[in-house]
Structure formats: C-alpha cells, structure tokens
C-alpha cells in the first residue's frame, strides 16, 4: 500500500500550532516520511485493554512507530519511534491507514482526537458547528427525573 500524503500536504498554517491539520504530525511526517501507516492496535494500561491508533511502518510483524494519539498531544515532543513486535500482538493490529488519511484530510484533528479536539464556532445562542469536521449540535435543555433517598433521621454529625 502507497500513500501518496507527504508532509507539505498536511501543514499548519502557523508554525508550532495546531489548526485544522495537527502540528506534531506535520512533524512526524517530515522526520520519517516512509512511516505513515496507520494500525489500529491493542494498548493495555493500567489494566484497561482497549484499541488505539498507531502511526508507522509494519514489517514481518514488526512494527516501528508510535501512538498516535499521544505523539500528537505533544506538540514540541520529542520525535522518536518505538519498536513493537509479535509479543504486542502486532500479527492482529488492523491497517486502517486508507481510512484514517481518508478522514484526516476531510475532517482534520477530529480524526486523531474525536470530540475532544472540536473548535467551536457559535452560529446562534443554541446552535454551534465545528470549524474542522463540520459537526453542528444544538443546545437542549432536558429535565431528568431523579430519585432520592432523604434520612428520615437527623444524625448528630449532620446536625452540627
């Protein structure tokens, strides 16, 4: 698989921050140009299996790169690659590179973050769009009912 994305595609407009485009991938992709594939693998922390995207480059099970995610939350970070291997479960991680470069050109950071990375533009008092992926919400106000348990007994640490 050839993906045609090359670092100058994929630059900030502002040297250093983030925009639509995301600065320490922009920095990746000009460090190591070859390691833009993208898997989605097993990550366990703190005992908390779950899947996360990996940026790099697989070879016979062996993969070269790093998380994503959390190359991407540092923006001035260090640019190194770590090493995984068939113990990481790397025969099973899913190539997603297709998808993910697919959604990143289309939507920007909200492809590596999700909804923690929207940059709110206010249409109204109660409509808002972001400005990369486009998502528009409105505001709704919703009464939950909630039961209570109230003492029926006032105890002497509550009293004083």
């Known amino acids: 698989m ?3 994305i090359k670092a100058p595609d994929i630059c900030p407009k502002i040297e250093g921050e983030n925009d639509f485009y995301s600065w320490p991938l922009y920095r990746w992709l000009s460090n190591f140009p070859s390691r833009k594939s993208v898997f989605l693998g097993l990550s366990i922390d703190r005992g908390t299996e779950r899947l996360i995207p990996y940026i790099g480059t697989m070879s016979n099970g062996e993969f070269r790169g790093r998380a994503l995610r959390e190359m ?3 923006k001035d970070g260090p640019m190194y690659t770590d090493v995984f291997t068939e113990v990481n479960g790397t025969l099973v991680w899913e190539d997603i590179t297709e998808a993910f470069w697919s959604d990143y050109l289309r939507i920007g950071v909200c492809a590596i973050f999700g ?3 929207h940059d709110w533009e206010y249409i109204s008092e109660a409509t808002r769009k972001c ?3 486009k998502k528009a919400e409105r505001k709704v106000i919703k009464q939950v009912p909630m039961t209570l348990w109230e ?3 006032k ?4 009293a004083a």
């Open 2 to 4: 050839s993906i045609s």
């Open 72 to 74: 991407c939350f540092h």
């Open 115 to 117: 909804s923690i990375a």
């Open 131 to 133: 400005k990369h992926c």
């Open 151 to 153: 003492s029926l007994v």
């Open 155 to 158: 105890v002497a640490d509550e």
